[in-house]
């Protein structure tokens, strides 16, 4: 091809009586020596090919050429198309299974975890991991901090003092839930809101699921109605099986509402009793 393109004035050729290759890589040659309107091949019609063994005898200018060649039109429609429904996969995965996958990758990695865990079997290195969001930190830091490490001496471990520097978020949140004896969620709105409390609250979740022990302990900063609680279903089981406590409608008797939450904080034997001490307000 680089020989006949270094020839812009060629005119006549004769190439009878030579041995042809008929494969893809000679395809151009038939096509130039019918096409090509200002060179005249001899006798293109009757050359032959001598290799591979299988063509020999055939006409050059007879072979199937469309094993050799590339249909654009077919690949830009099998690129749209497969483009298009992984487009609707992933957005069909994304708003309806978005949860249960990363619940399952979580849990996944909580049961890595957890085999770690009970080869060590090291001792609680916490009494409690607070979850919580960092819009409600000053409530932790001014209220629940001094009442339950500074008056009852329970080591609380908290996001931004206790979590390792450089550490993967979701490794320094699995390490403290399970080096604690509980995880206190310290729920609101914006707790709901918050992906890595969600997360928290998942890993936690899965330790309560695989120890079956009360190691989970829920606080609602707000009233929230159950309705608005709808969209969190993780929550709303929660709330049918778990203990909670509310402070809100602990307002009147504030210090019952700490009695309660100290005593959810220290090892019991009969959960079901506890249970029913612990919660305060009634949820559907």
């Not at 996969?89 to 619940?103: D, E, I, K, M, N």
């Not at 209220?143 to 320094?172: A, S, T, W, Y």
Request: proline share 4%.
């Amino acid at each position: 091809m680089e020989v006949v393109k270094s020839l812009p004035a060629l005119a006549y050729i004769d190439l009878e009586a030579n041995s042809f290759t008929c494969d893809c890589d000679n395809v151009w040659f038939g096509q130039w020596a019918v096409n090509d309107p200002q060179t005249q091949v001899v006798d293109a019609s009757n050359f032959e090919c001598n290799y591979p063994k299988g063509l020999k005898g055939k006409k050059l200018l007879d072979l199937d050429i469309r094993s050799c060649t590339v249909d654009i039109e077919f690949i830009y429609f099998i690129t749209t198309t497969c483009s298009i429904l992984l487009f609707m996969v992933v957005t069909f995965t994304y708003h309806f299974l978005r949860w249960q996958l990363a619940y399952t990758y979580y849990i996944f990695l909580a049961l890595l975890f957890e085999t770690k865990y009970k080869n060590k079997k090291a001792p609680n290195q916490y009494d409690a991991f607070i979850s919580y969001n960092t819009h409600d930190e000053p409530w932790v830091i001014k209220e629940l901090v001094p009442k339950l490490e500074e008056e009852q001496g329970f080591k609380l471990c908290l996001h931004h003092r206790d979590f390792e520097p450089g550490k993967p978020i979701i490794d320094n949140i699995t390490d403290a839930i399970y080096g604690s004896r509980k995880t206190i969620c310290v729920i609101s709105r914006k707790y709901l809101e918050s992906e890595w409390c969600s997360r928290e609250i998942q890993v936690a979740s899965f330790r309560l699921f695989d120890e079956q022990k009360d190691v989970l302990v829920l606080v609602f900063l707000e009233d929230i109605p159950t309705s608005q609680l709808s969209a969190y279903h993780r929550i709303r089981k929660l709330l049918k099986r778990q203990t909670y406590l509310s402070w809100p409608q602990a307002e009147e008797h504030p210090e019952l509402f700490w009695v309660k939450l100290c005593k959810a904080l220290k090892n019991r034997e009969d959960i079901n009793e506890d249970r029913l001490l612990l919660t305060v307000g009634d949820r559907p």
